[in-house]
């Protein structure tokens, strides 16, 4: 039993000494809670929520205050807006949805007993618009017997008209397709870069090519190329079978698309690079991308969850991870139609991302290996 017990004081100073080992254990279940207990919420608030309200009589300010009241909507007025602005606004994403409250409101409430309000949804994201439909509808009915509560000959209703922008079907693979060809092209090319570049320390053949007349940037951009070209082809792959087999239409700019798709491919292989500088085997190469490009991609996009609901420092890490502005470029380009000028914001940040990142690979690129 001594000798049980060496041996097992033997291992705990092994885990303790092995500072990767205790962070996978006791750091990642911290992360992980975190993450997952205040980044994911099924509740949808702070919705950007636009209110035409044409009628401006007493009825409809009580139902537009009734509507800033709840906890769901971050409440914008503007009375004059036409109709085409409205879409437009919906359109750059200023909004995910808008009310829009007729000139006739309180006339067709009090002589014909019925009167319609429309609701459009940026339904780029099925999810959420069908819970901000259900949202106003709720208040609406809850305002309809809140001021009509007195019993009447003729009943008083008022009936919410819905529209999907940009989805009139309400097809729910619309939001998950940007993100899951986001976080399939973040894991593959980074992961396959990386793990290409230790592979060579690991066999011992990393000596030979940086004892070749080749400079070690070359060796670096050697590796990185075939990727590249794969993983474009693998875009297109993604991109036929979004096309013909879920049988969603592409309204933007198929080039646009292929150059947004190459720049956020290219910030992934920069990414890999550097991962590679910092690891010594495939395994933890292949952890490192798997784990931390997996979560943060799935949690901090915005396709399953999102943004407007997690907390602030939460919004704030989201900014970092490439994957979400990739996500924006593609739904924006992909299933809203819009050109470069709605999209050139999201270009700049990742464009910067990948210089920065491929800058950071060849900088700490060892050039002498121990």
Known sequence: MKQLFIFIRKEFYHVFRDKRTLLIMFGLPVVQIVLFGFALNNEVKNVELLIVDKAQDALSGQLTDKIRASAYFIVEEDPGMAYTAIEAKL????????????????????????????????????????TIVNYLSRIIGDFQKQVFATPSIMPYTIVP?????????GNGSLNFIPGVMALILMIVCTALTSVSVVKEKEMGTMEVLLVSPFKPIMVLIAK?????????????????LTVFLLDIAIKGSILLLFLESTLFIITCLSLGLLISNVTASQQTALLICLMAMMLPTIIFTGFIMPLENMPKPFQVISNIVPSRWYFLIVKSVMLKGLGFQSVWKETLVLFGMAISLLFIALKNFKIRLQ
Not at 161 to 169: F, G, P
Not at 224 to 240: C, G, H, K, Q, R
């Open 91 to 130: 359109k750059k994403g200023n909004t995910k949805s808008a009310l829009i409250i007729p000139a006739n409101f309180s006339d067709d409430l009090k002589h014909g007993g019925s009167a319609q309000v429309q609701i459009i949804a940026d339904g780029s994201d099925p999810n959420v618009a069908k």
């Open 161 to 169: 008209e819905m529209r999907m922008l940009y989805n009139e079907e």
């Open 224 to 240: 990185a190329v075939p990727y590249l070209l794969l993983s474009i082809a693998n875009f297109t792959l993604i991109l036929l």
